[in-house]
């Protein structure tokens, strides 16, 4: 009974403390957990930089760096952890303009900033003696300065170049530096020859004493050289002998390198003392030129030339000259007697002459000296060229220029070889000039010739540029394109008398005494001078006619249609004209433009209207003009009037005794037909008031040219 009892007790107790640990199984499973969780993962939230390491302040066009800079990552967390700067984006500033930069940090989409500041550019100063001391002008030589003797201290290098001074080539000939004094037979006259220094040399390898600087192409390389002038000197002209030694032709010298007299900053912050040199140098090893700047000013006491590195592209320097009292010459044409001379213009003086980008960079095999030399393949019978080469595509601007010597006082006879395809006359787009005077006597004349379906491109025509007196001596003779370009071929001088001038010229310092009526106008009426104040001989004969005109010059030209050889388009070209109606006529526009002119009476009157103009057809006037007058087509007066190509104005008067009431009126010219040269509208009154109205231009529109009560036109035969 007791072993019993006791095992009765024991599995009691084992059941029990099954079902209590099964009780706390069953609320553990039951129950919220006692374990808190993990943290979310930090995240970025802004980025520091510490730039205590760091080089904030730069010298101008110094390397930026960013060594010493340390880059912090701010978490969400409060914590801060290091950044490899491999990880960021860093800026870079722009080291060439002085003042303050910032400098942008990004790492993860974060953005921080820190200020550098880059100094102003310091100009090195040039030190040392002058390489040039100046006391007084010489008639006889230039003042050299070897390029190789420029104090080059503190330039930078280009790559692979291990010395700024380079020997010419083995087979060159050097040019002594030095030359002697011009003796009686060379001239020493102020214009006169300048003695063998150099500058005339054959291009290829002529070296002045053997060397000659270079590699000196590194942007902001900054250097010169000094001048000592005793006096100051006015007139100076600078000829830099350089060279391109590089790969690729130097198209604008001005954007190689600046060049300076006298650097200096005003008051404003400008910089003053660049000189202009636009030049255009070839590539090619010692293929020496000289670029010539001239009327210079060297001041009393020293002057500084210096030089200012644009880029890598840099001219080779073998010296510059300065001529002080003396002509730079550079070509001269000499003429001792009477007979005819042709010129070419291909060995005229090139300095300040370029070929337009466009054909230069068309046609780089043709570029000779900076020019465009154009072989010359199928000329029109008959018609040569100088060498079988013309120059061709002129820059605007573009000037050629050489001396004229004359033993004695000489008549000269010249005139201008040229052709184009299409319609051009060469006193519309060229000057001419000797000895600073302009030649005021160009044939307008059009030049237009040759077959371009035949390939024949250069039929040469010989514009009369006049006959002058020109005294003995040198006098600068220069050719200069105003206008549009064609090809040119040269210069025919006819000597006509030496000694004593011919009848036949003109002075050239007194060309306005023989302009035809220059200080006034032709009336087309009456051909009288219509200055009435007029003293001059010429214009004893005056106007009795009391007339306005109205010069084709001064037309609004928004409704007239340029010829398609011009561009076509809107508008007209003015070119001068010795025998037109103020000196100047207008042309290249076509079929359907129209002119506009507004009249204001002042009193009811009658007027005859007449026109001036010529052509290079043979045409009458009704096939190529309807005239109107408010409106309503006028009767021509003389509508079988005729045009004809013989380079002659024609005054017609194209309506007769129009009735015009007190008021504004407008006259239209309507151009139906073909092209002609237009110089004036004269608008003369044949009874009435004795100053019955005023003109003005206008522009052509069909309300404005059509106001109420139209005038009545009047029929010649009534």
């Known amino acids: 009974m007791k072993k019993c009892s006791l095992k009765r ?58 060594d010493g800079l340390k880059v912090k990552a701010v978490m969400s967390d409060d914590s801060k952890k290091d950044v490899p700067l491999t990880d960021c984006r860093i800026s870079e500033p722009n080291m060439e303009m002085e003042g303050k930069r910032n400098v942008t940090v990004t790492y993860s989409g974060k953005t921080a900033r820190y200020a550098i500041t880059v100094n102003p ?55 002594a530096p030095e030359t002697p004094e011009a003796t009686a037979d060379e001239g020493t006259e102020e214009g006169g020859e300048q003695p063998d220094d150099g500058s005339e040399a054959p291009a290829y390898g002529i070296t002045s004493g053997g060397k000659y600087l270079t590699g000196f192409g590194v942007r902001f390389n900054y250097f010169g050289f000094k001048v000592e002038a005793a006096q ?16 690729s032709n130097i198209q604008n010298l001005s954007e190689s390198v600046n060049i300076f007299l006298n650097r200096s900053v005003n008051e404003d912050g400008d910089v003053e003392g660049l000189l ?49 009292g003396m002509r730079y010459i550079s070509t001269v044409f000499e003429f001792s007697e009477t007979g005819e001379k042709f010129v070419d213009l291909e060995d005229f003086d090139t300095e300040k002459a370029g070929t337009r980008p466009d054909w230069a960079a068309a046609h780089p095999d043709k570029i000779v000296n900076g020019l465009g030399l154009e072989p010359v393949t199928k000329e ?41 395809v299409d319609s051009y006359y060469v006193d519309a787009n060229w000057d001419f000039s000797i000895g600073g005077y302009k030649l005021r006597f160009v044939e307008h004349l059009d030049i237009k010739g040759g077959n371009p379906g035949a390939g024949m491109y250069w039929d040469w025509f010989e514009t009369d540029l006049g006959t002058y007196n020109i005294p003995a001596g040198d006098h600068l003779f220069t050719v200069k394109n105003t206008g549009s370009d064609c090809n ?60 306005i005109v109205m010069e084709a010059e001064a037309l609004d030209g928004t409704t007239a249609v340029k010829r398609d050889d011009f561009g076509g388009g809107t508008g007209f070209n003015i070119g001068n004209n010795n025998a037109a109606s103020g000196g100047q006529s207008t042309y290249a526009f076509t079929k359907g433009s129209i002119f506009a002119i507004k009249l204001t009476v002042t009193e009811a009157c009658a007027i005859d209207i007449w026109v ?18 408010d409106g309503v087509v006028l009767t021509q007066a003389n509508p079988d009037a005729v045009m004809t190509p013989n380079q002659q104005w024609h005054n017609v008067c194209v309506a007769k005794g129009v009735q015009l009431t007190e008021g504004e009126h407008v006259f239209v010219m309507e151009v139906v037909a073909s092209h002609f040269d237009f110089d004036c509208v004269s608008f003369n009154a044949s009874e009435g008031a004795a100053t019955p109205l005023t003109v003005a231009a206008m522009a052509y529109t069909p309300e404005a040219t059509e106001p109420e009560g139209p005038a009545t036109p009047i029929d010649p035969e009534a």
């Open 380 to 420: 029109s019978e008959g018609k040569t060229t100088g060498r079988g080469t013309s120059i061709a595509a002129l820059m605007g601007g573009s000037e050629l220029s050489t001396t004229l010597r004359l033993a004695q006082n000489s008549t000269v006879k010249l005139s201008f070889k040229a052709a184009k």
């Open 121 to 175: 550019r310091v100009f090195p100063e040039i030190t040392g003696d002058p390489l040039l001391t100046i006391a007084e002008e010489n008639a006889s030589k230039a003042f050299r300065v070897e390029a190789e003797d420029i104090d080059m201290t503190g330039v930078v290098k280009a790559n692979g170049v291990t010395s700024f001074v380079a020997d010419a080539p083995v087979e060159s000939e050097p040019v």
């Open 232 to 247: 100051e000197f006015t007139g100076v002209t600078m000829v830099m002998r350089l060279a391109n030694s590089g790969e």
């Open 488 to 547: 040119i071929d040269g210069i025919t001088f006819e000597i006509l008398a030496v000694g004593e001038y011919d009848v036949s010229g003109i002075p050239l310092d007194d060309q306005e005494t023989y302009l035809p009526h220059n200080c006034s106008n032709v009336c087309m009426y009456c051909d009288g001078c219509t200055d009435l104040e007029c003293e001059r001989e010429e214009c004893a004969n005056k106007c009795s006619s009391q007339h």
């Open 612 to 629: 001036r103009l010529y052509s290079d057809k043979t045409e009458t006037f009704e096939q190529n003009f309807v005239f109107k007058m």
């Open 9 to 66: 007790m024991l599995t009691a107790l084992l059941l029990t403390i099954a079902l209590t640990f099964g009780s706390i199984g069953a609320f553990i499973g039951c129950g919220s957990p006692t374990v808190p969780p993990a943290p979310p993962a930090a995240t970025l939230e802004d980025i520091e930089l510490d730039t205590s390491a760091v080089k904030t302040t730069f010298a101008f066009a110094e390397k930026f760096t960013y």
């Open 276 to 324: 202009e040199s636009t030049a255009t140098i070839d590539a090619g090893l010692c293929d020496w030129r000289d670029i010539v700047i001239r009327n210079l000013t060297l001041d009393e006491g020293v002057n500084y030339f210096t030089f200012d590195v644009l880029g890598s592209q840099v001219p080779d320097i073998d010296y510059i000259d300065f001529y002080v």
